[in-house]
T-cell receptor
Framework: QKEVEQNSGPLSVPEGAIASLNCTYSDRVSQSFFWYRQYSGKSPELIMSIYSNGDKEDGRFTAQLNKASQYVSLLIRDSQPSDSATYLCAVGGGPYNFNKFYFGSGTKLNVKP | EAQVTQNPRYLITVTGKKLTVTCSQNMNHEYMSWYRQDPGLGLRQIYYSMNVEVTDKGDVPEGYKVSRKEKRNFPLILESPSPNQTSLYFC?????????????FGPGTRLTVL
């Protein structure tokens, strides 16, 4: 069983729409959650981190965490063509794997003009 | 400019020929890590280091070695590369150890083992 699961996509949304990206994880004692954006041929870059249940907003991005359901999501409002990329969900290890990180395989997002 | 650098960026080699991929960061970060990225499998952690002379295995350490003799450098060594180590490799660093720390990634090294 994979530690972190994401739908590979592609997820296609029109420009200006809300893109919703989802991620589930298997270790219920995980404590830290990250969203990275990766353009084709480039390295991952951090968009958001979230550690507590609820929502965290940063500009057009909102991360949502539900530890009971082991679910984390990323909403992108007013999607732009420049948001077209692969989005990686990452989960930090729990108390017994505190220095480890687990990544999903990513969801490819296409924002159509 | 704060950055993580990797060299080489591209490498084609043959089975069994030892190679080293270098990683260096100029941010005085304690934590450094190596990942490999394969289609459909995402990023998988190979090794990580919490500080100088402190390293530990990630999820896929077989066939790899690392060392951390200086805080800024964390080389990845393939003693006897095999074709299944063909992959895209990323080095990453973060200010501190522990899973609450955000990682900064290097540009990647694309390795092909023939």
């Amino acid at each position: 069983q994979k530690e972190v699961e994401q739908n590979s996509g592609p997820l296609s949304v029109p420009e200006g729409a809300i893109a919703s990206l989802n991620c589930t994880y298997s270790d219920r004692v995980s404590q830290s959650f990250f969203w990275y954006r990766q353009y084709s041929g480039k390295s991952p870059e951090l968009i958001m981190s979230i550690y507590s249940n609820g929502d965290k907003e940063d500009g057009r991005f909102t991360a949502q965490l539900n530890k009971a359901s082991q679910y984390v999501s990323l909403l992108i409002r007013d999607s732009q063509p420049s948001d077209s990329a692969t989005y990686l969900c990452a989960v930090g290890g729990g108390p017994y794997n505190f220095n480890k990180f687990y990544f999903g395989s990513g969801t490819k997002l296409n924002v159509k003009p | 400019e704060a950055q993580v650098t990797q060299n080489p960026r591209y490498l084609i080699t043959v089975t069994g020929k030892k190679l080293t991929v270098t990683c260096s960061q100029n941010m005085n970060h304690e934590y450094m890590s190596w990942y490999r990225q394969d289609p459909g499998l995402g990023l998988r952690q190979i090794y990580y280091s919490m500080n100088v002379e402190v390293t530990d295995k990630g999820d896929v350490p077989e066939g790899y070695k690392v060392s951390r003799k200086e805080k800024r450098n964390f080389p990845l060594i393939l003693e006897s590369p095999s074709p299944n180590q063909t992959s895209l490799y990323f080095c990453a660093s973060s200010l501190g150890s522990g899973s609450y720390n955000e990682q900064f990634f290097g540009p990647g090294t694309r390795l092909t083992v023939l």
